[in-house]
Every structure is written in C-alpha cells, then in structure tokens.
C-alpha cells in the first residue's frame, strides 16, 4: 500500500469512528493524528462515480455477515439529483421483504414528517424530491443495532453514494448513522439542534421514526418537527 492508498484508507477509518490503528509488535497509532496533514481529504469515490456504479459494485454481496438473513437488499430510493438525503440505520422487516427504505410503519411516518411539514411551511416538494437510504443495506437479525464491522464495511457504500448525489444537507436519522457519519459517541438528544459536517455537506441529526412511534416520546415529536423545518428552510428557501 502506498502513502496515498494509506492516508485514504485511515481517513475512511476515522470517518467510521475508528480512533486507533494497530501495527503487530508496535504501539497504536493515532489514525486521527496520522491523517491531519495538510492536505485536502481525498475522495473515496472513483471518478465520475453514479448510484447505478454504485449498486452494480454491490451487486449480490457477502461482504459481511448481514448477507446471511436478508431477503433483499435495499440500497436507496428517490430522487438521485437530491438536494437533501435522509440517512437511517438499516432496514427492518417490511424494507427487507421489498428492497425500499422506509416503507414500514416508520417509512410512513417519514412520509407523513416530509410531506405535511413541507405543505406547511410553503416548501414545494414531496418525499420522492429527497433520497433515502441506510447506514446498512441488509436487515440486521432481530432489527439488532449494526455492528461497527458491519457499518464499515457497508459504509463504504453509503460514503460513495452521498459523495455521488452530493446534497445540500444531509438528515441523519438516530444515533447509528450520527455515528457513522460524524464519527461520534454522542447520543441524538446531544447532537440535535445544532449543524455538523460530513465532509463539507451539512448535517443535521435528528430522532430516527421508530423511536418517534413509541408513545411516550412527545416531546422528541416536537423535536423532530423543528429539526425537519430547520434542514427544509435550509435546502429548500
Ligand atoms: S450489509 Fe452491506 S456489506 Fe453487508 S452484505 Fe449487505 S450490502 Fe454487503
């Protein structure tokens, strides 16, 4: 591996939250330290790189242990010039059964979020404007977190997908894809309300839907709605 490959390789770790790298017999090495030269980070996307690309590089993949159990992989849906992309965890049962994301009880609660808080505050899109996609594209068992394995290596996939539409903002949906994204242990309630990047592409975090639908979370409802209407007005004013 040479010095380029070796920087481009440390710098998709640490956008994954990896904070030390280990070479056998010595101490580890700071992967954040070794990689804050001054230089630009460099793209981990192949030029001239597309969704379609993308998805044909998938293809029936094995790459990680999620292959095992899933029916259909699900890579992304809507609109592939976005200026938004909403980033969720990994599909569960009804997305799965489909190969859509957010279909299920939560999809339709996304839906509904986009939809009304759009037609309310004046904003001229619908669901299918934005693009939706996950941290991982095969359903974990039992709708279990992705493990760190996982999310590295399936976030590869999802790096080159927001590098490929490159939106104005990117929505992060639940603490999974915070952390993949933002390389972070902080929970939502600490991250939402405020801008973070990835990359140069803002980020907004917010509560995933699924929490949303357990009854007692009405304040988080709320807290979501403003999220929304904050990363709405930004994209689309
Ligand atoms: S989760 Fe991602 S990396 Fe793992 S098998 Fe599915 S597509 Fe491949």
């Given amino acids: 591996m040479n010095r380029d490959e070796l920087r481009q390789r440390l710098t998709f770790y640490r956008d994954l939250g990896v904070k030390e ?3 056998r017999g ?7 330290a070794a990689v804050e030269l001054p230089v630009a980070i460099p793209s981990l996307a192949p030029a001239g790189d597309t ?5 044909e590089d998938i ?5 990680c242990r999620l292959c095992e159990a899933r029916a259909k992989i699900v890579f992304g849906s809507g609109n592939e010039n976005a200026r938004l992309v909403f980033v969720g965890e990994g599909p ?35 669901r299918q404007d934005v ?13 279990r977190t992705p493990l760190p394995d996982e999310m590295e290596i399936c976030g590869e996939f ?23 994204l933002l390389a972070t242990k902080d929970g939502v309630t600490r991250l ?8 140069d592409i803002p980020v907004i975090v917010t509560f995933h839907p699924s929490y949303l639908l357990r009854p007692y979370n009405q304040n988080a409802k709320r807290e979501a709605w403003d999220d929304l209407k904050k990363v709405l007005h930004f994209v689309y004013d």
């Fill in 21 to 23: 790298v280990y070479k």
């Fill in 26 to 32: 010595r101490k580890p090495v700071a992967a954040v």
């Fill in 51 to 55: 969704l379609g690309k993308i998805r």
């Fill in 59 to 63: 293809g029936d993949c094995r790459r």
């Fill in 92 to 126: 569960g049962a009804d997305e799965d059964a489909q190969g859509l994301p957010f279909v299920g009880r939560a999809g339709q609660l996304l839906t509904q979020m986009i939809d009304n808080t759009a037609s309310k505050e004046g904003i001229p899109i619908r």
């Fill in 131 to 143: 693009y939706i996609c996950n941290v991982v594209k095969c359903r974990p068992p039992e709708n």
């Fill in 158 to 180: 999802l790096f080159r997908q927001l590098m490929a539409i490159r939106p104005k903002a990117i929505c992060a949906l639940g603490s999974t894809a915070a952390k993949a």
């Fill in 192 to 199: 939402r309300g405020h801008w973070h990047k990835w990359r």
